[in-house]
């Protein structure tokens, strides 16, 4: 059975960084696109970004585009949210999510009902 397991977030300033990560096991994650989404309180969770399976596209969110960049390790079984620029409306708890079907793009992982594995969340908090 897939495990997901998030950590790295915080507590971050206005304009500074914070690097999530995502440990996988339990399944091949060289052959499945993988997303970041994120549920602030008293919001619906959204998506932030993905990545194909082969690693070779990203997508992203409108408002992380250019501050956010999601990458995976295959090596280390970690997928990775590496944020800059933050701004105290990214304040949120963080998800990493697995496709359904291995082999696919950026596209269909954008939406939470083709993920099938999610993690616990970890917390991430923009405030001076």
């Known amino acids: 059975q897939a495990q997901l397991v998030e950590s790295g977030g915080g507590l971050a300033q206005p304009g500074g960084s914070l690097r999530l990560f995502c440990t996988v096991s339990g399944f091949p994650f060289s052959a499945y696109a993988m997303a970041w989404f994120r549920q602030a309180p008293g919001k619906e969770r959204e998506f932030v970004a993905s990545i194909s399976w082969s690693a070779d596209r990203t997508n992203y969110q409108d408002s992380v585009k250019g501050r956010f960049t999601i990458s995976k390790d295959v090596a280390r079984n970690t997928l990775y949210l590496q944020m800059t620029s933050l701004k105290p409306e990214d304040t949120a708890l963080y998800y990493c999510?697995?496709?359904?079907?291995?082999?696919?793009?950026?596209?269909?992982?954008?939406?939470?009902?083709?993920?099938?594995?999610w993690g616990q969340g970890t917390q991430v908090t923009v405030s001076s």
């Open positions: 999510a697995k496709d359904k079907l291995a082999y696919r793009g950026v596209e269909g992982v954008r939406r939470s009902e083709s993920c099938d594995y």
